[in-house]
């Protein structure tokens, strides 16, 4: 036997340092720990007695977040938040999302959602609630004919003296009725001809009570297959009326005349869902994280033939894939939130990393309800709850296939013909 005095001297260097990437910090691993134990030891128990009830986000949940700071994680910490940016509010999200995916979507409805008001005192108060977690809104994009295709939006807002008088029809609205408001997008007015179908488009904050719903706006409740823990609305407006000033983010810019140029709620939206792609892209990494964790313990737990199924190879070797595919997709969500962060345009990357984070945590879920076999097509176990809400993550926020088409778009030219 070669002893180690034989050995090539090159063998015995100590190993390198490990590299680690740009976004790396002690304070942000500290934090995603605080939110690991946080999500397993009083999120994770609450969601598995809750969610086979289609129970909702109870209010002592959402108390515990906002003593965390975790409702204003982006807001700035001159308005009380922890101002911090996309890459902290993502990690936050994968770890609440690996215990329910619902505790950590409710974040997205603050983080200073609905505080882009002109006036700048009101504007700053709305920040500093909104990081105590007392502005908790829902954003209302979609419709029943509009949904992909965020241009072919019909509900009308019609100026009348000091109010906007809204009709039309909203869906998929999450969190309405428990919501301080509702960001609605609205037709203003038609495209001129020549224009964008997406010219005339606005914000509008509508304000109203949590628990009910202001005159002129019915809502019925979507049942929905998985995503428990709050209630996604279809809502009808009807004359509901809106202060003219409750417009949100106006754009700033002005024709050579000076007067207030178009206020560019399209943009508005799509920049809000680069962040929302991301932001899913983190919360399916959370949910595929879940899976595979369960599926490691049941693993171990089921014996077959006398020993662990944990014992088989071909069982491990799944195991080792859903792995490899889970560090993928983080690494990949990490290195757009930091893109994100340092202001740097990345719409392509963000549907990018929402396509196959969503559809990696589908694999992933799948695979955990396979190798829990019999058991994994029950409510006794976990797995099937992530793999009902990793499903919807390729829907919402633009299906996998619209982020095919903005990936593919951003590459390739169309030709004149199209």
């Not at 101002?83 to 950590?104: H, I, N, P, Q």
């Not at 419709?143 to 029809?169: I, N």
């Amino acid at each position: 036997m070669t002893s180690t005095q034989d050995r090539p001297a090159r063998l015995l260097e100590p190993a390198p340092p490990v590299l680690l990437p740009p976004w790396h910090t002690p304070e942000r691993e500290a934090l995603q720990e605080r939110a690991r134990r946080f999500a397993l030891e009083e999120v994770l128990p609450v969601a598995n007695e809750l969610d086979p009830q289609k129970g909702l986000l109870p209010e002592s949940l959402l108390r515990r977040m906002a003593e965390l700071g975790w409702f204003g994680i982006t807001v700035p910490a001159e308005h009380g938040g922890m101002g911090l940016g996309v890459f902290e509010y993502c990690t936050v999200s994968e770890e609440l999302a690996r215990a329910w995916m619902s505790s950590a979507s409710i974040l997205a409805r603050a983080q200073g959602l609905g505080t882009a008001v002109a006036d700048p005192a009101r504007r700053a108060e709305l920040l500093r609630r909104s990081a105590r977690g007392e502005w908790i809104g829902a954003i209302a994009l979609s419709e029943p004919d509009a949904g992909s295709d965020l241009a072919g939006v019909t509900t009308r807002a019609v100026p009348d003296g000091d109010e906007w008088v809204v009709t039309g029809h909203k869906r998929w609205c999450g969190n309405a009725e428990a919501a301080d408001f509702i960001q609605v997008l609205v037709r203003e007015r038609d495209p001129a001809p020549g224009e964008s179908r997406s010219r005339g488009l606005v914000n509008l904050l509508l304000e109203k009570e949590r628990g009910s719903f202001p005159p002129g706006l019915t809502g019925t409740p979507i049942d929905k297959i998985g995503y428990h823990g709050f209630l996604t609305w279809d809502l009808v407006f009807d004359g509901v009326r809106i202060p003219r000033g409750n417009v949100v983010d106006e754009a700033a810019a002005s024709d050579a005349d000076g007067a207030a140029a178009e206020r560019a709620g399209f943009l508005q939206a799509q920049r809000f869902l680069d962040t929302a792609r991301v932001h899913t892209a983190a919360r399916a990494v959370g949910l595929a994280r879940a899976a595979l964790e369960d599926s490691i313990v049941y693993l171990q737990e089921r014996e077959q033939f006398g020993h662990p199924i944990a014992d088989f190879q071909a069982l491990r070797f799944a195991v080792a894939e859903m792995a490899a595919q889970i560090e993928q997709a983080r690494a990949f969500y990490r290195q757009v939130a930091h893109l994100v962060d340092l202001g740097v345009r990345c719409d392509k990357e963000a549907s990018m990393v929402k396509l196959e984070a969503t559809e990696m945590a589908v694999r992933v879920t799948n695979q955990a309800m396979q190798l829990h076999g019999g058991n994994g097509y029950t409510t006794e176990r976990q797995v099937e709850r992530h793999w009902r809400d990793a499903r919807l993550t390729t829907i919402f926020e633009g299906t996998s296939e619209i982020q095919k088409r903005i990936v593919s778009d951003r590459l390739l030219p169309r030709s004149p013909l199209t």
